[in-house]
């Protein structure tokens, strides 16, 4: 008996909510640097910052042990040019990184002008996460095959033990890839937080940045919160934050009861930080771009968001008959492609119809060479995400990659539709301190605009910590605005006021419909008015029908106000950009031209006394990038030694 | 024999059971419930009881809680019937799919 339903069969009545329920109850935090959201990024800022001797207050949704995207685990720490094994040199890739869209690979073949790349996110990653991959070995990640359980493996270097993945790597070219367990990762940081001392509140949902004196656009000086499981109001106040949130992967879809959240990213990740910035009046960029989520109609479990289930690096896909299909073998020849070029896609598509290829496909694990379908199936899909549980399900279920082959979904379960789409990609505009538009606010991983991967978020977090830590110890603190906080507290709690009206699942449906039909494939100046129209609406009618049961509830409504601002964001952005970007995804019918060179740059929106304000960056607006993380680094000092 | 005493409830969410507990491994430690990105399960009121499935339409199928029960085949991972996975066995070519 362990479904609700059963209980309130045996007992007649529903169990009592399990936390002491704590509304009306206020706590007050003082810290120098607080850091929103406990992820990879957050974790990194909050222990860097520790590091400095300073006070540190560590903000998560959910539970820091394993929250945020890289929480269950990662397979590899990307771009890591620094690594001895390294055939490329860290500069030069940071620039390679920053022309040619594609960051986590397969990397466009030529460098564009029109790359929306992020400089300095990318500088930073190739100068400092080979430091950041040693420091998270001293905390306990594991990073290198200690226990020779590959030697041989192709990658493997026996010296140092490295495990090199082929990813962007065609033939052993740059080495620029390692494999790594990341199931041991999040446990160890938080491990880390605590010895340093880091203030951790779990489970609290911060809702948005206190401003002095309340104005938009000034100074950052605390966040307001609440505990999703009590309810008890959080006022921080600080005098530097990191914004460390994640991406929006719930704008453009709800799906629950069809088979549980599965778009690569959980329910939680809904925005925050980023309408959280925006209503600050901090400057935010490429909020017009959107990714299609690539699920199927089937909306099953793939290993890896839009990869296909049995894609994975280096296995081979054949067809029902065994015949191997054109796919890249995903392995070192191909550098880990796990896509086909369009062309060749669309020839399989064709041939699937003549009868040149039977459906369904499968991944070849059993014609893979023992070794490396032991990095594939333990190693690599062992560690990645949320692919552990999977893994150990096929093999309790029977599945033996020596002797079966795993179905691939391509194809027969039917394609996404161009209305499911991402938000990622956007953000807050950075200097070389990571610092937003606004003073006292830092921005570190998936919440920067172009942001990379794992490392990308661990490298740019800890560098985002020291330069919040910094700036700390050279501000006085600010006061926060009474007003500022009543209007957050009464705009938290109405929907726990209301019994009846709308919840949060019909709000975010009706929102996310909004989205499908006015901000996805057609865009014109007039569907983007309606939809601005339309989220007007349901703030000014809707809105204010909200209701939650419980704090859990109250925090998924209050997560469908970020979702809401962030689609109002993207629609100003979308309306603002008067030309298509392919890069962006980004097609205006309006205005078809596809990257005019006058309109490669940044467009950016900010919020100025409640009015939107437009306006542009030159696509390299960072200057010479070693120049400049040189000159903003003088006193850097590599690998902690404390 | 069906039962003739039922009450009237509404359609209840459903897939509602993303693990199986076993409460004879069980020992309510709640390990999981602190685990979850999502807050999917809430303590059982009964110390010592497995959690309760609260928000299962809510799971994201991350498996921490699976993945770091201390007391292993407490907590078993259940996955909706419409995303079990098939293979096929290489050498005999019979369609195999997941049927625990």
């Known amino acids: 008996m362990t479904k609700w339903h059963d209980y309130l069969k045996k007992?007649?009545?529903?169990?009592?909510?399990?936390?002491?329920?704590?509304?009306?109850?206020?706590?007050?935090?003082?810290?120098?640097?607080?850091?929103?959201?406990?992820?990879?990024?957050?974790?990194?800022?909050a222990?860097?910052?520790?590091?400095?001797?300073?006070?540190?207050?560590?903000?998560?949704?959910?539970?820091?042990?394993?929250?945020?995207?890289?929480?269950?685990?990662?397979?590899?720490w990307c771009n890591v040019p620094a690594n001895p094994h390294s055939k490329v040199d860290p500069d030069e890739w940071a620039k390679v990184l920053t022309e040619r869209p594609g960051v986590l690979g397969p990397l466009q073949k030529d460098p564009t002008k029109c790359s929306y790349g992020n400089g300095i996110g990318n500088q930073i990653q190739c100068r400092e996460d080979y430091d950041t991959l040693l420091e998270m070995e001293q905390m306990g990640g594991k990073i290198r095959d200690t226990n020779d359980e590959y030697v041989g493996a192709e990658g493997r270097y026996d010296d140092t033990k490295f495990m090199l993945s082929p990813r962007v790597s065609p033939d052993h070219s740059t080495e620029v890839v390692i494999r790594i367990w990341g199931t041991t990762f999040k446990p160890a940081l938080k491990e880390e937080c605590k010895r340093l001392g880091v203030n951790i509140y779990d489970r609290v949902m911060v809702t948005s940045l206190l401003t002095e004196g309340g104005i938009q656009g000034a100074r950052v000086v605390g966040a307001i919160g609440f505990n999703n499981r009590t309810g008890e109001f959080m006022v921080f106040k600080s005098k530097a934050a990191v914004l460390a949130t994640a991406g929006n992967y719930s704008l453009w879809m709800l799906n629950t009861e069809l088979a549980g959240y599965n778009t690569f990213r959980s329910r939680t990740m809904t925005g925050d930080g980023a309408a959280m910035a925006w209503k600050a009046g901090a400057e935010l960029t490429l909020m017009e771009r959107s990714g299609i989520l690539n699920l199927?109609?089937?909306?099953?479990?793939?290993?890896?968001?839009?990869?296909?289930?049995?894609?994975?690096?280096?296995?081979?896909?054949?067809?029902?008959?065994?015949?191997?299909l054109p796919w890249p073998v995903q392995g070192w020849p191909d550098g880990g492609a796990m896509r086909p070029a369009p062309e060749i896609h669309e020839s399989i598509r064709k041939g699937i119809d003549t009868g040149e290829w039977a459906l369904p496909f499968y991944g070849d694990f059993p014609a893979m060479p023992d070794i490396e379908r032991k990095v594939t199936w333990k190693l690599m899909l062992g560690e990645e995400s949320t692919t552990k549980i999977i893994t150990n399900t096929y093999n309790r279920a029977g599945f033996d990659p020596a002797k079966h082959l795993l179905q691939n979904y391509q194809f027969i379960e039917g394609t996404s539709p161009s209305q499911w789409r991402t938000t990622s990609g956007s953000g807050p505009i950075v200097d070389w301190d990571l610092k937003t538009t606004l003073d006292g606010l830092y921005v570190a991983g998936e919440q920067m605009f172009s942001a990379g991967d794992h490392s990308y978020a661990a490298s740019t977090g800890r560098y985002a910590g020291r330069k919040a830590a910094a700036y700390a110890g050279q501000v006085n603190r600010a006061t926060v605005s009474k007003e500022q906080v009543a209007l957050e507290k009464a705009r938290i709690y109405a929907p726990i006021k209301r019994s009846d009206g709308i919840d949060w699942k019909e709000l975010q449906a009706g929102i996310s419909r909004t989205m499908q039909y006015f901000c996805s494939e057609f865009k014109t100046e007039s569907l983007l008015d309606m939809g601005l129209d339309s989220l007007k609406e349901i703030e000014e009618v809707f809105v204010p029908r909200l209701y939650a049961f419980d704090p859990h509830k109250l925090m998924r409504s209050i997560e469908d106000l970020s979702l809401l601002a962030h689609g109002q964001a993207?629609?100003?952005a979308s309306l603002a950009r008067k030309a298509s970007s392919q890069t962006l995804n980004f097609f205006r019918i309006d205005y078809p031209e596809v990257d005019p060179?006058?309109?490669c740059k940044f467009v950016t929106i900010k919020l100025e006394n409640g009015k939107v304000k437009t306006g542009e960056?030159?696509?390299?607006?960072?200057?010479?990038?070693?120049?400049?993380?040189?000159?903003?680094?003088?006193?850097y000092t590599g690998v902690y030694k404390g | 024999m069906a039962q003739k005493n039922i009450n009237a409830i509404p359609n209840i969410i459903s897939p509602n059971t993303p693990v199986i507990f076993n409460?004879?491994?069980?020992?309510?430690?709640?390990?999981?419930?602190?685990?979850?990105?999502?807050?999917?399960?809430?303590?059982?009121?009964?110390?010592?009881?497995?959690?309760?499935?609260?928000?299962?339409?809510?799971?994201?199928?991350?498996?921490?809680?699976?993945?770091?029960?201390?007391?292993?085949?407490?907590?078993?991972?259940?996955?909706?019937?419409?995303?079990?996975?098939?293979?096929?066995?290489?050498?005999?070519?019979?369609?195999?799919?997941?049927?625990y």
């Not at chain 1, 910052?49 to 397979?75: H, Q, W, Y």
């Not at chain 2, 009964?46 to 993945?67: A, F, Q, R, S, T």
């Open chain 1, 617 to 635: 960056l030159p696509m390299n607006y960072w200057g010479d990038m070693k120049a400049n993380y040189e000159a903003h680094n003088k006193d």
């Open chain 1, 296 to 324: 199927g109609t089937g909306f099953k479990h793939t290993w890896y968001g839009g990869a296909g289930d049995a894609s994975y690096e280096n296995i081979q896909l054949v067809d029902a008959n065994g015949k191997k």
């Open chain 1, 597 to 599: 060179p006058e309109w």
């Open chain 1, 11 to 45: 007992n007649g009545k529903a169990p009592p909510w399990p936390y002491a329920v704590e509304y009306d109850k206020e706590q007050e935090i003082e810290t120098d640097v607080l850091v929103i959201g406990g992820g990879i990024a957050g974790c990194w800022a």
């Open chain 1, 47 to 76: 222990i860097s910052a520790a590091r400095k001797g300073i006070r540190v207050t560590l903000v998560e949704k959910g539970n820091t042990i394993r929250s945020g995207a890289g929480g269950p685990g990662c397979d590899h």
């Open chain 2, 23 to 99: 409460p004879d491994i069980c020992d309510g430690c709640n390990q999981c419930v602190e685990v979850c990105q999502v807050d999917v399960y809430i303590p059982n009121p009964e110390k010592g009881k497995p959690p309760i499935i609260l928000h299962p339409d809510e799971c994201w199928y991350g498996g921490c809680c699976v993945n770091d029960c201390p007391r292993p085949g407490a907590i078993t991972f259940n996955w909706p019937l419409q995303q079990r996975a098939y293979w096929k066995d290489k050498a005999t070519g019979k369609v195999l799919r997941d049927s």
């Open chain 1, 570 to 572: 993207i629609l100003h």
